[in-house]
């Protein structure tokens, strides 16, 4: 560093990370602070192992005031040796659960890096707890870290087998298909082989020599680790398969489970699908060709569109009645209340035991006050959206292109649940996706801001025990906004577009309009139970405590669709 104490050059040593880099399971751990006094929280990267505390430019343009931006001779140096470009450097405050604390140094980089928080800012803001002594660690907390006992190692290893046989259902008019023998690269003829008689070995398939019906091809995909995975191609089979569409559960079904519960754990079953035994007669249907003669599948290949439903329904079968127990597919999420969550989990791992699931412990999560979910994450607290997506929506910047724009709304929309009036903030943005010639005004950039400002950190999850719900409604210019809680606890937020013919109606009809947008939206939640209904339109409260016949037509309608 260049400066007044001399000309030698002075390294101030970090690490950095590309955007979307913060993952469901990193181990690199995160707090989420706001800076400056700001609405939004920004998520920041602990690591002991950096000298400095970073922001990128982009965060730092959305502070509001703008903090001054000071110039320095600092560098900023990544591990491998590569400097990162310096914006400048500033001061700025934190707030963390709802303390204020003193200012810190943030240099402020012309990269897309994620928000890096130093070694000496952890320690002091209580991130970060030095030991000095062995004695003062927790003996009690590293015992029960992983909660599995001993005795279940053998459901941890190993390629499970459901009990039963599955069937493959395919269209009696159907055409056969025989597809020829796919050339291998010689390089990997021995691979190839190997994988087929270790696969052979483990009973997955079997050598076919008698003349069958259908003939697949076959695709050799290198993993990471060098492996060879051999898979199907099924294109001309999955078009003759006639699916079972077994129901799948949605993020809320799997959420309403888990009310109160304050530990989680996941389960990933491993090569779900090769736990499915086929009959002979599908077996055969799953011929596939080889430059070493043809083979059968004994077990359900990968790829045939009806795998997924079989699956979920063996699964719903095995494992659905279960106390505090949701099954998506592969994954079975376990809750409960501290010892009733171990309860629940060991009558998991004895069923799994008894009907022969296996799991991959590398991908199970045990005892957790959080697991993620469908892109959300399941907390003590209730539920969140994914830090990761959060993140990715902040740091996006202001698109230049309407695929750029579509981008943001789709990430924005499947964070709806958690932004409120989302339809209202984001019409600036649709707006300027249906224009032909795309110019980007300030509007579009506040509208962005706002969205980004507007995502809720926390809701609750849904008590299907309960008698009564309460709704807020909200009617604007160009959209309705709805709010469903209980027990003054927000469960979640929904919104709609109006429509041109929509946009027309009088101020008192969109408002008893959002009453009945609410009720349809979340009917799952407040069908048969009591409902009351906030609204800050005193001339539609006039109106409805009046009889159905002096009301005017339109509104007639909405409100004999409202009657219980």
Not at 17 to 30: D, F, Y
Not at 170 to 182: C, G, H, T
Request: charge should be positive; charged fraction near 25%.
């Amino acid at each position: 560093m260049e400066g007044t104490h001399g000309s030698q050059e002075q390294e101030i040593y970090i690490d950095t990370l590309l955007i979307g880099a913060i993952a469901e399971k990193s181990s690199q751990p995160t707090v989420a602070i706001k800076l400056n006094n700001s609405a939004w929280e920004t998520l920041f990267k602990i690591d002991t192992g950096a000298e400095a505390n970073v922001i990128s430019k982009s965060i730092f343009d959305r502070l509001k005031p703008k903090p001054q931006l000071n110039k320095t001779s600092q560098i900023l140096v990544a591990y491998g040796g590569t400097r990162i470009p310096i914006a400048g450097v500033c001061s700025l405050n934190y707030r963390h659960k709802g303390i204020i604390n003193k200012k810190y140094s943030f240099f402020i980089v012309d990269t897309q890096s994620n928000p890096i928080l130093g070694y000496q800012a952890s320690v002091e803001m209580g991130f970060v707890k030095v030991i000095t002594s062995i004695s003062s660690l927790s003996t009690k907390k590293s015992v029960q870290k992983n909660p599995i006992p001993k005795e279940f190692d053998d459901v941890f290893a190993g390629i499970g087998k459901l009990p039963g046989k599955v069937k493959i259902h395919v269209e009696k008019n159907a055409i056969p298909s025989i597809n020829p023998v796919r050339r291998i690269p010689f390089a990997s003829h021995e691979r190839v082989k190997s994988e087929l008689e270790r696969l052979e070995k483990l009973d997955i398939i079997e050598r076919v020599v008698a003349p069958t019906e259908w003939v697949n091809s076959i695709v050799a995909v290198e993993k990471s680790d060098s492996s060879l995975r051999l898979c199907l191609d099924p294109r001309e089979l999955n078009k003759s398969i006639q699916r079972a569409y077994y129901p799948m559960p949605t993020f809320e079904d799997i959420a309403a489970k888990i009310h109160d519960h304050n530990k989680f754990s996941k389960l990933d079953a491993t090569f779900w699908y090769l736990m499915l035994a086929l009959n002979e007669k599908s077996s055969l249907v799953t011929t596939f060709n080889t430059p070493f003669g043809r083979y059968k599948y004994k077990r359900m290949p990968f790829g045939l569109i009806c795998a997924q439903d079989e699956f979920q329904r063996k699964m719903e079968e095995t494992f659905g009645n279960l106390k505090g127990v949701g099954v998506i597919v592969d994954d079975i999420l376990v809750s409960g209340k501290d010892e009733e969550h171990d309860e629940n989990l060991r009558k998991v791992l004895e069923t799994a035991r008894e009907v022969g699931v296996r799991f991959n412990p590398e991908k199970c999560i045990f005892g957790s006050t959080s697991v993620p979910c469908f892109g959300h994450l399941i907390t003590a607290d209730g539920i969140k959206p994914d830090p990761s997506k959060v993140q990715a929506i902040i740091e996006m910047p202001h698109p230049s292109n309407k695929d750029e724009l579509a981008t943001f709304l789709g990430m924005t929309n499947f964070l709806s649940k958690y932004i409120p009036n989302l339809s209202s903030l984001n019409y600036p943005l649709r707006e300027l996706g249906k224009q032909t010639v795309f110019e980007r005004t300030n509007e579009h950039a506040t509208a962005m801001n706002r969205i980004r400002t507007s995502i809720c950190n926390n809701l609750a999850t849904f008590d299907t025990k309960t008698k009564s719900v309460e709704m807020k409604t909200d009617a604007s210019k160009h959209g309705l906004g709805a709010e469903l809680s209980v027990g003054g606890k927000i469960v979640a937020f929904g919104s709609r577009a109006l429509t041109s013919t929509e946009q027309n109606y009088s101020q008192i009809e969109k408002e008893l309009y959002a009453i009945l947008y609410d009720c349809k939206k979340f009917q799952q939640f407040v069908y048969g139970r009591r409902i009351i209904a906030h609204t800050d339109h005193k001339p539609l409260e006039a109106i409805l405590s009046k009889p159905l016949s002096q009301a005017p037509p339109r509104l007639q309608r909405m409100m004999i669709q409202l009657q219980p």
